[in-house]
Structures are given as C-alpha cells and as structure tokens.
C-alpha cells in the first residue's frame, strides 16, 4: 500500500515502492475541448458518456480522470493496444474502475484541484484530497483524534497534514482492499501507530486482508501544507 499527498495523496497495494502516478491539475483540462481532440481521447462509448454530463465541473473532472487512467495504463499495454481511443475505462462488480478484459488493476482519485490514476498488475488503491475537505468535525468518527495525535507525534506533520494522510489513506485501502460501505469499514480501520519505515500498524481487528503471494502490502506517504 502506499500514500502520498496533493495535499495528500494515498496509494493502497502490495507494491514496495510508489508506482508511477499521472496527474493533471484541473485547470489545465479544457472546459469545452476540442471535438477531433477530444475525439482521439475517449472510447467512443465513453464520448457519448462525456456529452451526457450536463454540469461542467462534472465533465471537466470526469474527463481528467479518464485522461490519467488511459496514461498510467498505456505504460502496461503493447503500443499496438494503447490508443487513448481504444481504451475504454469500465468497472468492475465493486463498481471499481478497470479495463474490461484485462488482468491490470486501475484505481483513480479526484480533489479539488486534480485527478490522478496509477495502473499495475496487482491490487492496489489511490486517493487524493485537499486539506480543507477533510477538516469537519463530523469527520473524526472516521479520523478520531488519538489517529491523528500519533500521526503528528511518529510522523512529524501537521494535525491538518495528519487528518488528511489518514483520510486518503482509508480511502485507498477501502478501493484497494474494501467492499460495502466505506463509513462501517473505515470506523472498523483503528490505527495504533506507525513503524519506523512509515508503515501503519493496525489494531488486530483491522489487520490487512492477505496480500498475493509472495507479495506484502506497502504504504507510501507524502504531504504538504500548498
């Protein structure tokens, strides 16, 4: 598993190190893009799902999502596959995002200000959020405050940076690991600490679900206070 931050940014898989992850701020996304361009880019059923999102914001981060996606898989597929075109970003029975037909797993995450994807061959999950959104009291049934301290104390960051480490990084198991409800899930998910190599340790009723063989799952951190 792994967890970085825009401001903070989580990635969830038996990896053991951060894979490559596309990003685009969303601004840089056309707000009303090129018809051939944007030809070139979808799937042609995804082209008419684009036409169907009515509110802009809506389309803009839908498309910048779909952009990543199709990057971080074209570095896992033949040349001969990996059209932007021909590419076209499913999901799976958990309402997961992949490519139908493929054994490549995709996760994809959306903040207020961008879109990021990241692709592999294994099970893995990815979010991404902005300090502000994760700062409601009503929050902490999900980010108690004792996670928060011990993050502040064992990994040297802010209790802003804390809170949204520790939100992303739920987030990113819940799509990697998670079925059902993401609320009951994340309640159940206590931290006790972190090892010396910023790994969580979990309380044992939250320990993780087996990783693949001969792989273990990994978290990677990253925040920042932009």
């Known amino acids: 598993m792994s967890a970085e931050a825009e401001p903070s940014l989580a990635q969830a898989g038996p990896t053991l190190g951060l894979l490559p992850t596309q990003q685009l701020l969303l601004d840089q996304v056309p707000a009303q893009p090129d018809g051939d361009w944007l030809a070139l880019q979808l799937h042609p059923l995804e082209l008419q799902r684009w036409h169907g999102l009515s509110w802009p914001k809506r389309r803009r981060d839908w498309l910048a999502g779909r952009l990543c996606a199709k990057s971080a898989l074209r570095r896992l ?3 001969e596959l990996a059209a932007p075109s021909q590419l076209l970003i499913g999901s799976d029975a958990l309402a997961r995002p992949c490519l139908p037909g493929s054994a490549l797993y995709l996760s994809i995450s959306h903040s207020r200000r961008r879109a990021m994807a990241v692709a592999d061959h294994s099970p893995l999950g990815l979010d991404t959020e902005v300090h502000e959104a994760v700062q409601a009291q009503s929050l902490q049934m ?3 405050a004792e996670e928060v301290a011990v993050t502040v104390a064992q990994l040297g ?3 802003r940076q804390a809170r949204t480490l520790l939100w992303c990084l ?4 819940f799509k990697c690991q998670g079925s059902g409800s993401f609320v009951a899930l994340a309640q159940g998910w206590r931290l006790l600490g972190w090892s010396a190599d910023a ?3 979990w309380t044992a009723q939250a320990a993780w679900a087996p ?3 001969g792989m ?5 951190l990253h925040a920042n206070e932009h």
């Open 170 to 173: 739920k987030e990113a198991r």
């Open 157 to 159: 960051v802010s209790a």
């Open 211 to 213: 990783a693949p063989v």
């Open 77 to 79: 597929l033949p040349r």
């Open 216 to 220: 273990g799952w990994h978290v990677s």
């Open 199 to 201: 790994q969580p340790r």
């Open 142 to 144: 999900l980010v108690p």
